[in-house]
């Protein structure tokens, strides 16, 4: 998942460098607000690997309904790039946090501590790149966020 994300968000940098993606307003108001929720579900490392595993697998799935959304919302290479996140995501969906009793798991999986860590980090670069793209000049000036940065 690191890896992928990784990959993505490279990809990302370049096209927006080569000025092949040319991201509009929207983009900039829709990836600050993914970026956003990406931040707010999941937190620093050491909050997130002191909760129990339930609590990790639930932020893990809140920041996939968070790139879901924002995909429902956009197209372009906007959405091509959310999409490949969740894409790259979707060994979450598989995940339980919760032995199965004796009872079916319907292909859910009981992750690692590791597996919990590398969903994490993989979404902090997600996060990470997407505020990158909320920093990128639109037209040629400085995007309303930067400026109140710099103020």
Known sequence: MRRIIAVLAEEAEQLIR?????????DHALARKTATGLREAVGPPDIQEALPPIDRLEHLRETLAVLAISLA?????????????????????????????????????????????????????????????????????????????EA
């Open 18 to 26: 080569d000025q092949v993606w040319k991201l509009t307003p929207k």
């Open 73 to 149: 919302r956009t197209h372009g290479r906007l959405a091509w790039f959310l999409s490949g996140a969740l894409n790259a995501l979707e060994p979450v969906l598989r995940w339980r946090a919760l032995p199965s009793d004796l009872g079916g798991t319907f292909g859910t999986v009981l992750p690692s501590p590791e597996e919990y860590t590398e969903a994490e980090d993989a979404i902090r670069r997600l996060h990470d790149a997407l505020a990158d793209i909320t920093t990128t000049l639109v037209d040629g000036a400085i995007h309303p966020s930067q400026q109140a940065d």
